[in-house]
């Protein structure tokens, strides 16, 4: 039964993976009470076909909150399964940051679409507020006792754990850095997918049924390939019979590799490889020490999850490499737990280095600030409103990532959080700034084609995070200078015509953004250039679609 103990909680079974992979269901709790739909307090599920043109009748709750047992080949069963896994997803990354998040859009929920249309794809749209999962048809080769024979089956993306996780995790990271979808560095666009691949992963390892499989097919050893570390094991190229996870975790290649990749989806496994492997060793540093495997693994999951979601607030507010993903989950765990007796952090700047993300261990493990208290606090610190904490920090321009022409560039405070101690809610535990400024650049010359002569915005700032005291323990700065503003022009110059599509804006933009091919997007308004992240680009070429 799908159960409402009451009314703050609700229970939905779940696949923990694609049905056919493993039939097993596991039972998923998430806040309540529930709409039909379902629509929840964060998220709402809204069954729309665009290619059908056709609204499907929603899941609906009993009187006592409970929803009917709905057989797994009922869409409303598909329902549940999307937004169970979806709220999930978002209540861990707000448990580990200690706070409600607001949207990367105007909106108080998330939409979901289950089955929004015919095609072998699932993305998040800031554009619409939503994921959207699509469904295709898929042949599948059966081995039966009179003999292998194929058929046609449909596949869902709403079943699949992994890529409704997946694309949460595209929502959740707009919800921290909205600019992560305006991309000049293609290691950002990377980052939006490596943080919906570990979402998933992270999602995944908390289920027990899929923590059996993980510790039986890895024998001890994290980096033989797994059920966890294959992303989407079961999606498969339309009309094809073989067996393509979107990403392999365990199956890295050297730095070289990446060096001149671009598409997002590729390029972001060297980052979530290094992850797994800062995985495997945090886990076989627990082994070492008598912990047995259940426990080892739970133990490093944990840990690296806390590490890599509270990065998400330490971030620079655009542009964003790997060295400083890496940084900042070294930086949030060095100030949020000091102690780190079995050196973890060692482990997991070291898995970075090896996978080529930072010169050495030390560079990444160093201090990012020297902790001095910054003078002219307000009275009221830390409650500022705005106006207040754009004033503080205009006192110390000098500080800041425009400190190179302090006199001649302003800034504005994009967001202000004060986050207060788990265990002592009236005990501050930090303050963050998160501050920027543009610089306007002119496209010129023939490599732009169209665009020359168009203007693009660099975007500068950076990521203060103080203690209760004022101290600054660290600064992610991200100023413009010339080594990015080249860096940019080349970017945007190289990618036009193979990874880059040139849109102007009009009516039928979204129509064209979903159906675009290549991973960026060149928007032209008004005489202004705007880089995108399409995030609707079907992902895994090879695989032949999406998530």
């Given at each position: ?295 080892a693994i739970r133990l490093a999951h944990r840990v690296l999850q806390r590490m890599a979601v509270r990065a998400l607030d330490y971030l620079p507010p655009a ?47 160093a201090d990012t600030a020297d902790g001095v208290k910054w003078t002219g606090r307000p009275a009221n610190w830390p409650g500022l409103g705005p106006t207040e ?29 004060v986050k207060r101690s788990a265990r002592e809610p009236d005990e501050v535990d930090s303050v963050t700034f998160v501050y920027e400024y543009p610089v306007d ?107």
């Amino acid at each position: 039964m799908v159960a409402a103990k009451d009314d703050a909680r609700v229970s939905i079974p779940v696949f923990p993976q694609h049905p056919d992979s493993r039939g097993d269901q596991v039972v998923i709790e998430v806040d309540g009470p529930l709409l039909a739909g379902p629509v929840g307090p964060r998220v709402a599920v809204f069954d729309y076909n665009r290619d059908l043109d056709e609204l499907f009748p929603p899941a609906t709750p009993r009187a006592d909150g409970t929803f009917p047992d709905y057989d797994p080949s009922d869409l409303r069963f598909h329902q549940l399964n999307a937004y169970a896994v979806t709220a999930r997803a978002i209540e861990f990354v707000e448990g580990e940051l200690g706070r409600s998040l607001s949207w990367g859009f105007d909106g108080g929920r998330l939409i979901v679409l289950p089955h929004a249309g015919h095609m072998a794809n699932a993305f998040y749209s800031e554009f619409t507020n939503s994921t959207q999962f699509y469904s295709f048809t898929q042949r599948r080769r059966e081995t039966r006792p009179d003999g292998t024979r194929e058929r046609d089956r449909v596949y869902h993306t709403s079943l699949v754990h992994d890529i409704v996780a997946h694309e949460a995790g595209h929502a959740l990271l707009d919800a921290t850095r909205d600019r992560f979808t305006e991309a000049l560095e293609p290691e950002t666009a990377a980052i939006h997918e490596a943080v919906g691949d570990l979402t998933a992963v992270f999602a995944a390892l908390g289920h027990d049924v899929v923590l059996n499989r993980l510790l039986k097919e890895s024998s001890d050893d994290l980096r033989r390939h797994n059920v966890v570390a294959a992303i989407a094991e079961e999606f498969r190229e339309e009309g094809s019979g073989g067996r393509v996870a979107l990403r392999n975790l365990t199956e890295p290649h050297s730095p070289s590799y990446y060096r001149n990749v671009v598409e997002p989806h590729e390029k972001s496994l060297q980052m979530t490889q290094a992850i797994w492997e800062a995985l495997a060793r945090m886990y076989d540093i627990n082994r070492a020490l008598g912990e047995p495997p259940r426990t080892a693994i739970r133990l490093a999951h944990r840990v690296l999850q806390r590490m890599a979601v509270r990065a998400l607030d330490y971030l620079p507010p655009a542009d964003a490499t790997f060295v400083e993903f890496a940084v900042a989950m070294l930086q949030a765990d060095k100030l949020s737990h000091p102690k780190d007796a079995r050196d973890y952090r060692r482990a997991v700047a070291g898995a970075f280095v090896a996978l080529g993300i930072g010169k050495n261990q030390a560079s990444l493990l160093a201090d990012t600030a020297d902790g001095v208290k910054w003078t002219g606090r307000p009275a009221n610190w830390p409650g500022l409103g705005p106006t207040e904490a754009y004033r503080f920090l205009d006192r110390h321009r000098n500080k800041l990532a425009l400190s190179r022409h302090p006199q001649y560039r302003d800034f504005v405070v994009r967001s202000y959080e004060v986050k207060r101690s788990a265990r002592e809610p009236d005990e501050v535990d930090s303050v963050t700034f998160v501050y920027e400024y543009p610089v306007d650049i002119e496209l010129r010359g023939r490599r732009f084609g169209y665009a020359d002569g168009k203007w693009i915005s660099v975007i500068g700032g950076g990521t203060l995070v103080f203690d209760a005291d004022g101290r600054l323990r660290h600064h992610a700065e991200k100023p413009v200078t010339k080594g990015r503003v080249t860096s940019a022009l080349d970017f945007v110059g190289g990618a036009l015509g193979t990874d880059m599509t040139m849109l102007e804006a009009t009516e039928e933009d979204q129509v064209r953004r979903h159906a675009a091919r290549r991973p960026f997007l060149l928007e032209i308004s008004q005489g202004a250039a705007t880089v995108r992240t399409n995030l609707a680009a079907a992902c895994g070429r090879a695989a032949g679609g999406g998530a």
